[in-house]
């Protein structure tokens, strides 16, 4: 793709991103439901604030496939250190905290190590949390995302596998993405640490559509070093729903 135009279309990301807005109440009921009208998932909440929000779910609700302990450390500790860390570096660093996470990410090069450790902890973790629902027997995406991923990919096993392998290769801690890198583009890449493809920073670059989050604090308490079989397992967790409503909110 020409520079310029994938420039410009990274741009309008940033700018939709900041336009699209509705109230968390509206967010979380179309997260509890899995067959929510496409009317809705077009209004979904794409946009991240600075603050940690209520799971949409208990502890317990992905068990088995993630244990309510893991959650519960994962929640309350891990993820809420990032979005406390992040507030004080926001404040340290003159960051207007009422606007989307998503301006800051986008030129977070001109911002401290601090600030891009915990802006990319709590943006990932707000976005895992709600890409998660309870065991689905059969869960395959739907709708124009599903249509895409077949575009892009041949086949939604391709996808699957191609993805697996860049969440398995992740040396050490990081995540691995399911990403839009222009119209109708879609990638699957990897990222270090709290990264992620908002950044300006990142070597891979887009809008996140499916984010999975492979540090062991994820899955160690349940999995060990096994960290395949939470993999493979984390498939049947991904709500879909809400993959499709990041996906249309860029079409
Ligand atoms: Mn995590």
């Not at 410009?8 to 900041?18: E, R």
């Not at 809400?242 to 249309?248: A, L, N, Q």
């Amino acid at each position: 793709m020409q520079q310029n135009s994938r420039r410009k279309f990274l741009q309008s990301t940033a700018k939709a991103a900041a336009i699209i807005t509705v109230s968390s109440t509206a967010a979380s009921s179309i997260l509890q439901s899995c067959a929510a009208p496409k009317a809705m998932l077009k209004t979904a909440t794409i946009t991240t604030g600075f603050t940690q929000q209520p799971l949409p779910y208990t502890y317990t609700a992905l068990q088995p496939v993630i244990d309510a302990k893991t959650m519960e450390i994962h929640y309350t500790k891990h993820a809420a250190a990032y979005s406390k860390a992040l507030l004080e570096a926001a404040q340290a660093e003159g960051i207007d905290s009422s606007k989307p996470l998503e301006n800051v990410l986008a030129k977070i090069d001109k911002y401290s190590i601090k600030l891009r450790n915990n802006a990319g902890g709590h943006y990932n973790h707000e976005m895992f949390w709600k890409s998660l629902q309870p065991k689905q027997n059969s869960n395959l995406p739907t709708g124009k995302v599903a249509k895409a991923i077949n575009e892009n990919f041949g086949s939604f096993d391709t996808f699957k596998t191609q993805f697996t392998e860049a969440a398995k290769t992740r040396f050490g801690s990081g995540w691995a993405w399911l990403y839009v890198d222009a119209p109708n583009k879609l990638k699957i890449g990897s990222t270090p640490n709290q990264d992620n493809p908002l950044m300006n920073v990142s070597d891979v670059k887009g809008f996140p559509l499916l984010g999975l989050d492979v540090w062991e604090h994820a899955y160690y308490l349940q999995y060990q070093n096994k960290r395949a079989d939470y993999i493979e397992n984390w498939w049947s967790i991904i709500n879909w729903n809400y993959v499709e409503s990041r996906f249309v909110s860029k079409i």
